[in-house]
């Protein structure tokens, strides 16, 4: 070898190697740029639901290319609103019929029902910004899944759907502990007798109802037998025999409360008969 040769040969593996270091930086800041683009778009797409300008629930459609506000409104009424990108913003869309699919959580077949525009006086000739649709009696008040399979906006073709809050949940009363829950069941007092928890086989309501499905009716018609705690439709098959009576509830954390009504407040307690409806209710107006 000689010496010219010997003295290019450092200079070559020298270029080469900063040639390499030079693309494991590039890669390295690409491969972060990119992971923080993606974290910083997740952020976006992935968020709650949350309130409309008219009380309903905001849904984004299209990865939050657009918005809708859903409301339930008196009677029975579905409104949808078609929103932009920004949900201040109004968006308004081709006149159209939309077909919404909805069922019960608790519930394995859905009910169709269509939602016919309804233009607002701003929208344009051929264009609206609000659907409205009529629920069934039967879901009426009740939580619900809403699956919306097409709705056109601009060129394009959406899907989108969400779960309606369930207003009657956070009203409910929270469930009492296990050791709790024995002393207030299996421990007489007020009008619970020994008779009474024997008649409900000895055990405590987590027993007797493990398992059980609760499905609330909100609007219980004259004659019904309504639950003495939340006054909504009262279930037959979740009932408690307290001082010789049996009485109906909408669900087990009610019977909770109840019976210890009854133990330390008994003269609140009426006869089942009371427990029933009188007149309609009347539905509050959503804002």
Not at 70 to 84: D, H, M, P, V
């Amino acid at each position: 070898m000689t010496l010219r040769q010997a003295s290019r040969e450092p200079l070559w593996k020298s270029r080469a190697a900063w040639g390499i270091a030079l693309l494991c930086v590039a890669v390295g800041a690409g491969a972060n740029w990119g992971w923080a683009h993606w974290r910083s778009r997740r952020e976006i797409v992935v968020h709650r639901h949350v309130a409309g300008a008219h009380g309903g629930t905001i849904v984004p459609v299209g990865h939050d290319h657009f918005h809708v506000e859903a409301l339930f409104a008196e009677g029975g009424i579905f409104k949808l609103f078609t929103l932009g990108q920004d949900q201040t913003l109004v968006e308004t869309v081709p006149k159209q019929k939309i077909t919404a699919y909805l069922r019960a959580p608790q519930a394995t077949g859905a009910v169709a029902i269509v939602l016919q525009s309804k233009p607002q006086p701003q929208d344009p000739p051929g264009q609206t910004s609000e659907f409205e649709g009529q629920l069934p009696l039967e879901l009426v008040g009740s939580q619900l899944h809403v699956t919306v399979p097409s709705i056109t906006i601009g060129a394009k073709r959406y899907r989108f759907d969400f779960l309606t809050r369930d207003d009657h949940a956070a009203a409910m009363p929270k469930k009492v502990t296990s050791e709790a829950e024995r002393r207030l069941y299996l421990t007489p007092g007020g009008k619970l007798t020994e008779a009474d928890i024997k008649a409900n086989g000895s055990q405590t309501v987590s027993q007797k109802y493990a398992g059980f499905m609760s499905a609330h009716d909100m609007h219980p018609v004259a004659g019904d037998t309504i639950c003495p705690i939340t006054r909504t439709k009262a279930n037959a098959k979740c009932s408690w025999i307290v001082d010789g009576k049996r009485y109906a509830f909408c669900c087990p954390p009610c019977i909770d409360e109840f019976v210890k009504l009854a133990k330390e407040h008994p003269e609140q307690i009426q006869e089942p008969l009371e427990y029933t409806q009188k007149e309609p209710r009347i539905r509050k107006t959503d804002p």
